[in-house]
């Protein structure tokens, strides 16, 4: 009866590593208790809550340091009068971010999706947009919002959302006029096709690449493609002026006019930190190119005559119901999810729950439950079979321990910085250095899994300085007690008086906002020594989702000479489990 219960919380715990940013044991229990197809609906019928729960975090903690700064301060000294202004930097979104991931205990599967499309409609931090953490938390929230909804609906409100526009810079694109030297910006036309729909190539049902009468792959656009289809996107414009504080060039009275292509404002204040971030560009349609297009061989036919919103929703449809599309769009999620190197059949089931609107609820249900009716299968790699799986990426691995340890301060305030995190180990969530994401899907490093044909599109930032950086971070967690940092408290530098503080020495020495594991019911265990073995189980299926380790004798070796210092043992075993290949990867 023991193997078939630690058989079916095995089943839960890998489940959950795909379904979730990160379970703990009682999460884990609950899910074998309740059944992962009555949890899996259950979550999939749950509405969001609140619809603006990230903007609305976001909001609150930039007011809180807005408060304190401006009692320190004066407004003077930061309202960009002669001096750097305080803004809504990146770090106030960042903060929201790991305070409701940290704690969530609802929508965890919906949090989990949110994350996985913000690495396939990227926008990040990592350029204007840290200067409004209001307005890129209204983006994620639509993210949140549409993750089980229509992904035509979702990439519609994407297209119009000025975060994208400022990001791909089709906000205050305007029709051609060739008399002045003005073209349509065509770099969303492209990336909407290339990355956002219908990728680089033709695809069949079960994302194999269509070949023409001589074997070539058949590219889905051409350039002329594009130039059609930066036409569609013009006239956008952002809804309304907007800045932060009052000074000399900026009065009160000038927040909510009407931004216009030549109302005789500098274009420097057309765009942020200026105007208006968390609602939905507008149409200039003096500025929008009414002409009739064509693209995709005819896929995509605008008569002409249409207004800008007519013709940007005709488009989306279009290119969401293309052929390419759905394969394309699943292969992205299930890569995201569960395994770098799907079967054409798993595509293939994934893309036909997709459909040609996008049906976001029957994706997610058909990834996550593909795997558990099908037996995986196996590849060789090196002579050794192996089941297809994934390298978690860094972001993956810290939301997953640190919730699986439900980590806590006293402050009740999770927000961490993100700092620490991103400059160890090169990633963050919606902080990637291009439209790109952190890795190309079709990455894979040299050796055994090119010599296999297969990718891993994590291994792109998996370098020899992240992978012993990751080492170094989960022995100063586990042994040094220094978990990532949060902030509570405006910046002690005088010469920076405009931020939080970022100092990391100064944030770990702050008591109240360091964060600590709950490890009682290890520590408990861990008294007895008799009880080693199972507790290194317990963490391991939690972690792992596998027990008996090959490096369990190791493990236990390390802590041989001090078994009854409880909380050292524990600590060993997180720290061993947290460094494993076992943990790294992730089994389907």
């Given at each position: 009866r023991r193997d078939k219960t630690m058989e079916k919380l095995s089943t839960v715990s890998r489940f959950l590593r795909q379904a979730t940013l990160g379970a703990d044991q009682k999460l884990t229990e609950q899910v074998a208790r309740q059944g992962i197809t009555n949890w899996l609906e259950r979550e999939l019928s749950s509405g969001p809550g609140n619809p603006n729960l990230y903007t609305d975090t976001t909001r609150g903690i930039w007011a809180y340091f807005r408060q304190q700064l401006v009692s320190r301060h004066g407004e003077r000294a930061l309202n960009g009068d002669g001096n750097n202004p305080a803004l809504p930097y990146k770090w106030y979104s960042r903060m929201a971010w790991w305070q409701l991931n940290l704690s969530a205990n609802e929508n965890l599967l919906r949090h989990r999706i949110a994350q996985a499309l913000g690495e396939i409609l990227v926008i990040?931090?990592?350029?204007?947009?840290?200067?409004?953490?209001?307005?890129?938390?209204?983006?994620?929230?639509?993210?949140?919002?549409?993750?089980?909804?229509?992904?035509?609906?979702?990439?519609h409100d994407v297209s119009m959302h000025p975060c994208m526009g400022a990001y791909l810079s089709h906000m205050n694109n305007r029709k051609a006029d060739k008399a002045r030297?003005?073209?349509?910006?065509?770099?969303?036309?492209?990336?909407?096709?290339?990355?956002?729909?219908?990728g680089l190539f033709e695809?069949?049902?079960?994302?194999?690449?269509?070949?023409?009468?001589?074997?070539?792959?058949?590219?889905t656009y051409d350039n002329t493609d594009i130039k059609q289809l930066a036409r569609v996107f013009?006239?956008?414009?952002?809804?309304?002026?907007?800045?932060?504080?009052?000074?000399?060039?900026?009065?009160?009275?000038?927040?909510?006019?009407?931004?216009?292509?030549?109302?005789?404002?500098?274009?420097?204040?057309?765009?942020?930190?200026?105007?208006?971030?968390?609602?939905p560009m507008k149409v200039d349609e003096a500025f929008h190119d009414r002409g009739p297009k064509r693209l995709l061989n005819g896929h995509i036919q605008l008569p002409g005559g249409q207004g800008a919103e007519?013709?940007?929703?005709?488009?989306?449809?279009?290119?969401?119901?293309?052929?390419?599309?759905a394969p394309y769009i699943a292969e992205r999620l299930i890569t995201q999810l569960v395994t770098s190197n799907p079967t054409p059949a798993y595509v293939r089931a994934v893309a036909q729950k997709f459909g040609k609107r996008g049906d976001l609820a029957a994706t997610v249900r058909e990834i996550l439950t593909y795997p558990l009716r099908n037996t995986p299968e196996k590849v060789s790699i090196d002579g050794k079979r192996n089941r297809a799986a994934k390298l978690r990426s860094p972001v993956l691995r810290v939301?997953?321990?640190?919730?699986?340890?439900?980590?806590?301060?006293?402050?009740?305030?999770?927000?961490?910085?993100?700092?620490?995190?991103?400059?160890?180990?090169?990633?963050?969530?919606?902080?990637?250095?291009?439209?790109?994401?952190?890795?190309?899907?079709?990455?894979?490093?040299h050796g055994p899994l090119l010599n296999a044909g297969m990718v891993a599109p994590e291994f792109e930032i998996h370098t020899?300085?992240?992978?012993?950086?990751?080492?170094?971070?989960?022995?100063?967690?586990?042994?040094?007690?220094?978990?990532?940092?949060?902030?509570?408290?405006?910046?002690?530098?005088?010469?920076?008086?405009?931020?939080?503080?970022?100092?990391?020495?100064?944030?770990?020495?702050?008591?109240?906002?360091?964060?600590?594991?709950?490890?009682?019911?290890?520590?408990?265990?861990?008294?007895?020594p008799t009880r080693h073995d199972e507790l290194i189980d317990r963490i391991s299926l939690l972690l792992t989702g596998r027990t008996n380790l090959t490096i369990k004798p190791k493990i236990r070796e390390a802590f041989r000479s001090y078994?009854?210092?409880?909380?050292?043992?524990?600590?060993?075993?997180?720290?061993?489990?947290?460094?494993?290949?076992?943990?790294?990867?992730?089994?389907?």
């Open positions: 990040s931090d990592s350029s204007a947009l840290e200067l409004d953490a209001v307005g890129f938390a209204t983006y994620y929230d639509l993210l949140y919002r549409h993750a089980f909804g229509s992904y035509a609906d979702l990439l030297n003005i073209h349509p910006d065509e770099n969303y036309a492209r990336e909407i096709m290339q990355l956002f729909s219908i695809l069949n049902a079960d994302g194999s690449r269509k070949k023409d009468r001589r074997g070539r792959d058949i590219p013009t006239g956008l414009r952002a809804a309304a002026y907007q800045f932060e504080w009052t000074n000399s060039f900026w009065d009160k009275s000038f927040n909510g006019y009407d931004v216009g292509f030549e109302d005789g404002i500098n274009k420097t204040y057309k765009t942020i930190p200026f105007v208006d971030m968390t609602l007519t013709e940007i929703r005709t488009v989306v449809d279009r290119l969401v119901a293309h052929p390419s599309t939301t997953q321990l640190l919730r699986a340890f439900n980590v806590r301060n006293q402050s009740n305030q999770l927000w961490v910085t993100g700092e620490d995190i991103a400059e160890v180990l090169k990633q963050h969530p919606m902080s990637s250095p291009t439209v790109f994401n952190f890795y190309k899907p079709d990455f894979t490093p020899s300085a992240t992978s012993i950086g990751w080492v170094n971070f989960m022995y100063f967690w586990f042994f040094g007690d220094l978990f990532p940092a949060v902030s509570t408290d405006i910046n002690a530098d005088p010469a920076t008086p405009n931020v939080l503080e970022l100092d990391q020495d100064r944030l770990q020495s702050v008591a109240r906002n360091r964060l600590k594991p709950d490890f009682r019911a290890e520590i408990a265990l861990a008294k007895d078994q009854t210092e409880a909380e050292w043992v524990v600590q060993t075993i997180a720290f061993m489990i947290s460094i494993s290949p076992e943990f790294t990867a992730q089994d389907i």
